[in-house]
């Protein structure tokens, strides 16, 4: 099993869309979760922390749900540019500040 | 504002070559990682470095080297590179919870 699992998409969704992307990870000790965008052939950026209130910034909305670990991001409104792929990350609690990282999903919004 | 750069974008070598591919930050951030990224794999990390001098092995480790005798730079190298070394590597550098990745490094081995 990955220690971290992501549906492979690709979602493909009209403009305007709000789209969800979910997550589940194996190590119930891991201490941070973040999403990360990757552009095609790019690098990886970070999107947004996400944090066990859940957080929200502007469009785009990230809940932890660390009892049934599991890790969605909701983008409301889609806009072309939003086309990418969205990588679940977590950090394992091995002190390493290492990432692990899901293999990613892939978001195309259409016109 | 360099940030993190990697050196070169692409490299063409053939099985059982040596060769290095090169990273650098301008921000003086302690910890570093080399990560390589297949289809279906992800992002997986191949070394870490938490500080000049101090190194250590990450998932996928075999056939990598890596030294770090200076903050800002992270050298990698394939001792004698095979096929599946094929990739795209990209170098890192975090600071707090966020890491910053460099532009990546296509590595094709034939």
């Known amino acids: 099993r990955k220690e971290v699992e992501q549906d492979p998409g690709p979602f493909n969704v009209p403009e305007g869309a709000t789209v969800a992307f979910n997550c589940t990870y194996s190590?119930?000790?891991?201490?941070?979760f973040f999403w990360y965008r990757q552009d095609c052939r790019k690098e990886p950026k970070l999107l947004m922390s996400v944090y066990s209130s859940g957080n929200e910034d502007g469009r785009f909305t990230a809940q932890l749900n660390r009892a049934s670990q599991y890790i969605s991001l909701l983008i409301r409104d889609s806009k072309l540019s939003d086309s990418a792929t969205y990588l679940c990350?977590?950090?394992?609690?091995?002190?390493?500040?290492?990432?692990?990282f899901g293999s990613g999903t892939r978001l195309q919004v259409q016109p | 504002d360099a940030g993190i750069t990697q050196s070169p974008r692409y490299k063409i070598t053939e099985t059982g070559r040596q060769v290095t591919l090169m990273c650098h930050q301008t921000?003086?951030?302690?910890?570093m990682f080399w990560y390589r990224q297949d289809l279906g794999h992800g992002l997986r990390l191949i070394y870490y470095?938490?500080?000049?001098?101090?190194?250590d092995k990450g998932e996928v480790p075999d056939g990598y080297v890596v030294s770090r005798s200076k903050t800002e730079n992270f050298p990698l190298t394939l001792e004698s590179a095979t096929r599946s070394q094929t990739s795209v590597y990209f170098c890192?550098?975090?600071?707090?919870?966020?890491?910053?990745f460099g532009p990546g490094t296509r590595l094709t081995v034939l």
């Open positions: 990350v977590v950090e394992p609690d091995t002190g390493r500040r290492a990432l692990t």
């Open positions: 190590n119930s000790a891991s201490q941070s």
């Open positions: 890192a550098s975090q600071r707090e919870d966020t890491q910053y």
């Open positions: 921000w003086s951030h302690s910890y």
């Open positions: 470095s938490a500080a000049a001098d101090i190194t």
